[in-house]
């Protein structure tokens, strides 16, 4: 109980990661092992596939103090992401759990956190926008996980992490990330040096970033919030422990917890982080002259030292999640930590930065949901291999992409993914196979269910 009781008062300070973790700036060119996470309780023995577990009808009212209800677990996840627009009702809130009860669905992620905004009651982030014509006092977390509860379908709150802002336009409300804190967006190569020279404050800096962001779009969605910055850390860490202290979850599910390429983030404090953190790696003559050439060229320190930013960008991804997951495990250590991932490990690890099969390894993540979209069966198999492969020891929810992939593809996949010993599956997306336009409306869903008893 006294350790327990220190490591809950080393994870809530804000800006501390697990205990004796380094500070950025401070941190060596290889990522410190990682400690072992505290093993959560053991849960109850997991119901028949398909079945409520027997608390499911205990889920407590969101803002409420604690809960004991450990999170429910399946022997065969059989899950749908659920993108954040089917929450902006509360009739099309209903819907999703009625229509996946209905399918024999056991899962779902919910999207709570798009684009820096909230789809829940949030005093950190602002409301999103499609909530606007809503009831003020409605929450959608609260009555999902309510309504899905009854029914015996385990709820995980969908976060995108990195990914704050469409390139549409700037965020316009105060609290909102790319709005308090510009500096701290991601910045593309190609805009280094223009951006050196304009004050993040600068109403032109975040339209210039939008602008080429929309001009690029086919390699950044929007505006991406960079690791390295306290300010992200702790609106990132402050935001998963506000959903794992007030809302029976039962996990925490991470998207975008990546660099859009390996092109960014070249913004001046990005760089100027990364030099702190290589200093010790270099003489004091390299340094000398590092810092001289930085005059001609704001980018002389990475560029001089590819290997090592490349460490640093995916170590601050690592530490990040770190910091998250130490913080959520102490509050409620049965929640299940999850994130979406590129399958193929060399592109993750190498051009997003996002080492999840080291996530995996060190015990930072419970579950990984490979983004396997294809059309292409052969494709698929070898992506969810390669994931299974790379994580031994930790659940894998094979991700397909029925949007590609249509309903009779989407049906030998999850035999592809049975086959392979998978831990279950997920859909992308639910709102596309509800959509007459897109999967043909509910019977996509209903003739995925009458697959489960195959």
């Known amino acids: 109980a006294a350790a327990l ?53 205990t889920a407590r009212v969101p803002g409420a103090a604690g809960t004991t209800r450990p999170a429910a677990r399946f022997t065969e996840v059989r899950g749908l992401w659920v993108v954040r627009f089917s929450l902006a009702t509360p009739a099309s809130t209903r819907a999703v759990v009625e229509r996946a009860a209905r399918a024999g669905f056991n899962t779902l992620l919910v999207q709570v956190r798009g684009r820096g905004d909230a789809f829940y009651a949030s005093a950190l982030e602002p409301r999103a926008a499609a909530l606007a014509r809503a009831p003020a006092d409605f929450d959608p977390l609260a009555q999902i996980v309510r309504e899905a509860h009854v029914k015996g379908i385990a709820v995980h709150a969908w976060m995108n992490v990195d990914l704050v802002a469409d390139y549409t336009t700037v965020p316009t409300d105060p609290r909102h990330l790319a709005r308090a804190h510009p500096e701290a967006l991601m910045v593309p190569r190609a805009l280094a040096r223009e951006l050196a020279g304009v004050r993040p404050g600068d109403p032109r800096y975040a339209q210039r970033l939008i602008e080429w962001s929309r001009a690029n779009n ?85 560029d ?7 460490d640093f960008r995916r170590q601050q991804l690592t530490s990040l999640l770190e910091r998250i997951h130490f913080a959520v495990k102490a509050r409620r250590p049965w929640m299940v930590v999850s994130a979406a991932v590129y399958p193929d490990t060399v592109d993750a690890r190498g051009a997003r930065f996002q080492d999840w099969p080291g996530w995996a390894r060190s015990g930072l993540l419970d579950a990984v949901a490979p983004m396997a979209y294809t059309a292409d069966d052969r494709r698929f198999r070898g992506q969810v291999e390669e994931v299974v492969a790379a994580a031994p020891g930790t659940e894998v929810w094979a991700g397909i992409g029925s949007h590609l992939t249509g309903l009779q593809g989407t049906l030998r996949k999850i035999g592809i993914a049975r086959e392979l010993g998978t831990h279950g599956i997920m859909l ?7 959509d007459p336009k897109g999967g043909g409306g509910e019977a996509f869903l209903e003739r995925v269910g009458r697959s489960w008893t195959r």
Do not use: K, M
């Open 218 to 302: 086919r390699q950044v969605e929007g505006l991406y919030a960079s690791p390295w910055s306290p300010a992200v850390r702790e609106r990132t860490l402050a935001v998963a422990t506000d959903l794992a202290e007030r809302y029976d979850l039962d996990g925490i599910h991470f998207d975008y917890i990546r660099y859009p390429g390996p092109n960014f983030d070249y913004s001046v404090g990005a760089v100027a982080a990364f030099r702190e953190w290589a200093i010790p790696l270099v003489d004091v003559g390299r340094r000398r002259a590092l810092d001289r050439a930085t005059g001609a060229n704001p980018l002389a320190w990475p």
């Open 428 to 434: 992308f997306s639910y709102d596309w196979t509800i």
């Open 304 to 310: 001089s030292l590819p290997r090592q930013w490349s």
């Open 5 to 57: 009781a220190i490591l809950v008062a080393a994870c809530t300070r804000v800006g501390t990661g697990p205990p004796g973790a380094p500070a950025a700036s401070q941190q060596p060119a290889v990522t410190p092992a990682v400690p072992a996470p505290t093993p959560p309780p053991a849960p109850p023995p997991p119901a028949p596939a398909g079945a409520p577990p027997a608390a499911a009808a």
